[in-house]
């Protein structure tokens, strides 16, 4: 009977980090916020979560990327849009509305 009760505690939180999993990948912030969630339950339970981990890596990773993209990215319109001058303009098939 013990047996069963410790491999039930050891799984604590393990489908919730194999969802955050997931959701760091598909939607990072979200994956990043279950996984610390997910590991905060298997830590009060006495378990390991290795998913709940690898969404905290994968979340945090992906957040940190995707922010240098949009950064790297508004700054290159930005300065496209001061070269063009205010006006709505087509500029590599987007449609650039500079003010």
């Known amino acids: 009977m013990n047996n069963i009760q410790t491999t039930a505690a050891n799984h604590k939180g393990r489908g919730l980090g194999i969802t955050a999993l997931i959701l ?3 939607l990072n912030i979200v994956g ?3 996984g610390i969630i997910a590991l905060a ?3 009060r339970a006495g378990a390991k979560n290795g998913w709940a981990v690898a969404a905290i890596v994968v979340g945090a990773v992906l ?3 995707l922010g ?3 950064l790297i990215g508004l700054t290159v319109i930005n300065s496209q849009c001061g070269e063009l001058g205010p006006g709505v303009h087509q500029w590599n098939g987007l449609t650039l509305t500079c003010s």
Request: hydrophobic share 80%; proline share 0%.
């Open 68 to 70: 240098v993209a949009t």
């Open 41 to 43: 339950i298997s830590r």
């Open 32 to 34: 990043l916020i279950l």
């Open 63 to 65: 957040f940190v990327v």
């Open 24 to 26: 760091a990948i598909l």
